[in-house]
């Protein structure tokens, strides 16, 4: 069951990929495998993070890690004719240090394990963010509050936070553009998913 929702959605990424009329650079990019030395194990007894840095720090004496997950996909972008690029939504599946295919990132934000827990972004309470270590070519590492879907269990099914850390790709396009354009532009992270102790 998990492996057809699994293959359903990246059939749907790839038909709505398709749809946005990629730019040359981006289509011309594969979308990044899961690399198995960045991303850590599902597993609440794992901690593979390496770096948990000011301001999107969270107390690990309060929180624990529940899984760290590797994102792999699009920031998609839509043109603005009045102020150009504009962020419309994440397109990613997110992936265990062995490649396995373990839950899908979107719009809102949301993050959906294939465990059948879900975790939302907080909409009263905004992301924190900071620049990534070259803000240039890669989007910002990030602190979300987490709200979990009520009534699931699973992995996602009390996550307090969010951390988007170790970001390649993904930037806002840059130059003109001409409305209705759409840009699904290639990133990975590794997503750190937070619980209470």
Known sequence: MKRRIFVGLV????VTASLFGVSAASAATPP?????AAAG???ASVTPITSNPDPIKVDPG???IVATLRGVGKQVYDCNADHGYTFREPIAGLFTSQGIPAAIHGKGPFWANFDGSRVDGSTTVGPVSMPSPDPAKNVPWLKVTGVPVPHTTGV???VAFI???DTRGGVTPTGACTVPKT???DYTAN???WAPK
Do not use: L, M
């Open 41 to 43: 194990a599902q597993s």
């Open 11 to 14: 059939a749907a990424t790839a």
């Open 183 to 185: 840009v699904a532009v």
């Open 62 to 64: 309060q929180f624990k």
């Open 32 to 36: 990044a495998t899961p690399d198995a």
């Open 163 to 165: 951390q988007r850390v």
């Open 191 to 193: 997503y750190v998913f």
């Open 156 to 158: 996602f099914s009390n």
